[in-house]
Each structure stands twice: as C-alpha cells, then as structure tokens.
C-alpha cells in the first residue's frame, strides 16, 4: 500500500512545486499502477495555502480560492477531518504554530509532513506518532528512485501543459530549482542528459 503523507502549506505554495507533487500522487483508487504516495492535508493548511498566495499576490483571492477548491475535488480523500485535528493538536509538542500539522498527519494516518520548515517538527515530537518530517527535495528524489521512468515522464507532461506562456523542459527544471527542490531538478537534468547520451538504452 502507498505510503501517505501531509503536504505543509509551504510546499503548495510555489507554483511548480505543488504541481509536481500533485502530479505524482494518487486522486482516486484506481485499478491502475499502485501510487507513488497518498496526499494529506487539512483545511486549516489549505486555509493557509490560500491567504499565503494572495498575500505574496500570486494570485487574487477568487483564484486562490479555486486552486483549493480544485485541490479538494481532486483528490476527495485527502482532507483529514477538522475535528480530528483539534482533538489531537492539544497533545502535539513541536512548534506551536505547526501542532496542527502534526495533528493532521497522526490523525491521517500519515508516516511523513513534506515541509520546509524540518526545525518545526523535531523528531522528539514526531517520533511517538512514527511520522517522519522530510524536505520536498528529499521527498521528490525519494519518488524518483521507487519510479524514475514515471517521475520524469509526469515532469515532461507537466511542462507540456504550460502553454501560456510555452515552458520547456529546462524551464520547468529552472523553476524547480528556484522553488527549493534543487537536488530533484538536477536529477531530472541528467536523467534527461543521460537519455540523450544513450538513446534506446
């Protein structure tokens, strides 16, 4: 069974960030390959998703809004319960500002918090609950080595998608890079250099 994971606000933050991750999870059971991963999250992070991008004015409020509704049709199963969440935070010890996450990922059922902010979430805190905090870079190259094939080729449809303007390859790579994941896009680069050195091999 593919293991689930919480995705923190911050890394459904940049753009092509989110669109990877969302791109390699799961939206539904599904008779096909298993998933890489089954994504979390709750409210309150789609919450903070949401004023975060019309805060830093990537998007207006009416667009923000849309995104997350569009996330929760997506992917029907991966809002963990509000008061699940409440029932728990009170018993989480990592930063107060982020017990809420940890509180979505236990009552989830989730074995890792994709997040850039690690120092958050000390493994003291996590330990107990055996979930794991791991940063999207680790987290993206640790899908590209279950399934390297599938990881590049959804990379390659991700930035065939972007029409307006057209992206390339590099420039979906470029903006990965600038998003955080630098490790990750390095690794898509030279699976795609190495590809190009051995054609059919």
């Known amino acids: 069974m593919p293991f689930r994971a919480v995705l923190d606000a911050n890394v459904l933050f940049p753009f092509s960030l989110r669109d ?10 599904s008779p096909g390959p298993t998933p890489l991963y089954i ?18 004015r990537r998007m207006d409020q009416e667009r923000a809004d849309r995104l997350a509704s569009l996330m929760r ?12 969440v409440a029932a728990l935070e009170p018993s989480m010890t990592n930063d107060p500002g982020d017990r809420h996450v ?28 055996g979930v794991e905090a791991t940063h999207p870079d680790e987290f993206l190259l ?6 390297p094939a ?6 390659r449809q991700q930035a065939a998608d ?9 420039d979906l790579i470029c903006a990965l890079e600038r998003a955080g994941v630098e490790r990750f896009a390095g690794t898509l680069r ?12």
């Open 142 to 147: 640790e899908l590209y080595g279950i399934a």
């Open 73 to 84: 049709s997506a992917f029907e199963e991966a809002s963990v319960g509000g008061d699940a």
């Open 190 to 201: 030279d699976h795609v250099a190495s590809e190009a050195q051995h054609p059919g091999g």
């Open 162 to 170: 972007l029409t307006k303007p057209p992206w390339t390859f590099e």
């Open 20 to 29: 990877t991750l969302l791109r390699l999870a799961e939206p539904e059971p």
């Open 39 to 56: 994504p979390l999250w709750s409210e309150r992070i789609l919450e903070e998703m949401v004023r975060n991008l019309v805060k830093d």
């Open 150 to 155: 599938l990881v590049v080729e959804e990379a």
């Open 102 to 129: 940890l509180a979505a990922a236990v009552a989830g059922g989730a074995e890792a918090i994709i997040t850039f902010n690690l120092e958050h979430f000390p493994p003291a805190s996590c330990e107990p609950f």
